[in-house]
Each structure stands twice: as structure tokens, then as C-alpha cells.
């Protein structure tokens, strides 16, 4: 029999995104419980991003912080980026690394994991940036501590935002809901804060005791930090971002193998 016996996992992914993690669960036996409590949009504000990307000479670095930082620039650029200006690339992980590839352009730096800015940080190339100029390609709203610590080793930042995250349609919760009122699922997934507070919205007040009793599986201890003080009982964290280690901690605790954090 496979390790997850019928679990129902909650994959909380947007809807484009959710697929491999939704086979993987499946694939062991699971039971993928799809929610989309993000949705990801192209940025209104076209004309910027063309603007921005015509003028990549002025920048030394150009950082994409997501694969959908890399496809939603893309797409507002008529399906290409790279030209003879284009400085030199990082990419903040092997997702990301793997849009830029496909999309023909080379990647010059990717972190080690756990693949996120801090990583990044302590790479060798990012230590001696005394008056470069960064481009962090991104969504809107994303967190500051990137561009601030490169600020603060004396490097130039700007920001390009190419796309943005929206809370879906509430409606699409009914399954979900019915779930919780039955006691049926068995694990949360989520791999950012606003997913979780969108998760709440979504449900609604009334719902909140029973989702903070589910044990909760996320891909960082900030987000950790967040859950516990939302009020999620047990969280676990993988130790990858990634859509293999979620799975590989959901099968751990599902089967036994650790107790659930407190």
C-alpha cells in the first residue's frame, strides 16, 4: 500500500502552479484537495515594464526572484528579454533558473539551497557590489530584505514589478468547507504568509479553530513564525522549497515517521 493510505492533503497553490505537487500526492497514495488561495496576474502597467526592459544597460545585475518573475516578464515583452545589453543574470532558484533557461537566456548565478535571498546574499559575487546597479525583477509587494541588504553593501536598486497576487473567488471553498465540517482533512500545505491569510479569508472566522487544528506543512521558518502566531497548532517546515520536499515532509508525519511540531 502506498505511505499516504488516502490522506487528504489541502494544496493551496495557484491553480497554475498546483499540478506537480497535486501528482506527487497522488502518486503516493494521497488525496490532492486543490484551493487555489492565490491568484497570479500580469501587472497593469505594461507600458513600465517594456520601458524598463528596453533600457537593461544601465543595470550591471538583473535578479529574478520567481519563475513567474521571469514568465510574466516575458509575456509583457512580446516573449523576449535578452539582447546584447542584457547584464549578467541571478536566479533565485532552480525554478526560476529553469524559465530563464527555456527562455534562452543564461543564468550566472543561482544560490545554493535554501535557495532564497539569503542565499543569494552569501554568494561570492554578491559581496563586492559597490556601485552596481541591480534590477530585481519581482511581484508586487514582495519583501524588502533583498534590495535592502544590497543597498547597504553600496549597490544601486531599482524594481521591476511585472505581475501581481489577488485572492480568488471565495466561492470556490464550498468543497473545502464541507471537508472541515467532517473533520476530513488530514494536512495543510502552503508556501507563503499570504496564502495562509488568504486561506482564513477565504474560509471565513467561523472555519479558523478547525483549519488551526490541522497540522500545517510550509516551506520556511518565517512562515512558520507567522502560522504559529495566526494560531495553526502544529507546523512543520521542509527542508527545501520545493514541491519534492513538501511531499517527502507530508509523508513523514503522515506515516509516523516524526511527531508534529508543537
Known sequence: MKPLKGARILVTRPEHQA?????????????AVR????????????AAIEKKLANLDKF???????A?????????????????????IAAIGPSTAQALQLAGMPVDVMPAAPYNSEALLAMA????????SFLIVRGEGGREDLADSLRGRGAEVDY???????IPNKDNNRHVLALLATKSLDVITATSVETLQNLLAMA??????QLFAIPLVVISERIRSVAVDMGFERVAVTEYPSDAAMLETVTTYVTGGLEWPN
Not at 37 to 46: E, G, S, W
Not at 125 to 132: A, E, K, P, R, V
Request: glycine letters at 10%; aromatic letters at 6%.
Open 35 to 46: 484551493l487555489p488561495t492565490l491568484d497570479i496576474v500580469a501587472h497593469d502597467d505594461k
Open 204 to 209: 471565513g472566522v467561523g472555519a479558523h479553530q
Open 19 to 31: 499540478d506537480k505537487l497535486c501528482q506527487l500526492i497522488n502518486g503516493q497514495g494521497g488525496v
Open 60 to 66: 550591471q545585475w538583473l535578479v529574478f526572484i520567481s
Open 160 to 166: 521591476l514589478q511585472v505581475y501581481k497576487r489577488i
Open 125 to 132: 559575487q554578491m559581496q563586492d557590489i559597490s556601485g552596481q
Open 68 to 88: 513567474n518573475a521571469v514568465n510574466f516578464a516575458l509575456k509583457a515583452n512580446g516573449g523576449k528579454i535578452q539582447d546584447k545589453t542584457t547584464p549578467r
